[in-house]
């Protein structure tokens, strides 16, 4: 597993990707820097990927980080979405899980415009 930091307006996320190819991809592609959308408790943003589908699911988590292929887009999960049926987020379509966001993302409820920065942990 790769670490790496994620930055939404200076605030400094840690993060591990997984073992997957499109995880991989984006690890190489780093360091990203991208403007926030937001979809209920959910930032995506797109990067400079344009990737399939690896492991497709919309079987997903709090703190989980993916891509969307759709939106050629790395999505952070924080809460419920507009798709969901119950308290866990629910994808708009199925994504490829690449990661997970480590520590409290209650703080990304407060917030309305996001600059994202990612890069590798030293």
Known sequence: ???????????????????????????QS??????GSFWGNEIYFEIPLRLENEKPTEDIRVGDLAYWPEGCSLCIFYGKTPASTNDAPKPA??????????????????????KIKITKAQ
């Open 93 to 114: 379509s199925p994504i490829t899980l690449v990661g997970r966001v480590r520590g409290d993302l209650e703080g990304l409820k407060k917030i309305h415009q996001a």
């Open 1 to 27: 597993m790769s670490r790496i930091n994620v930055f939404v307006n200076n605030r400094k996320l840690e993060a591990e990707l997984n073992n997957t190819e499109t995880a991989k991809k984006i690890y």
């Open 30 to 35: 780093l360091p990203i820097k991208s403007e």
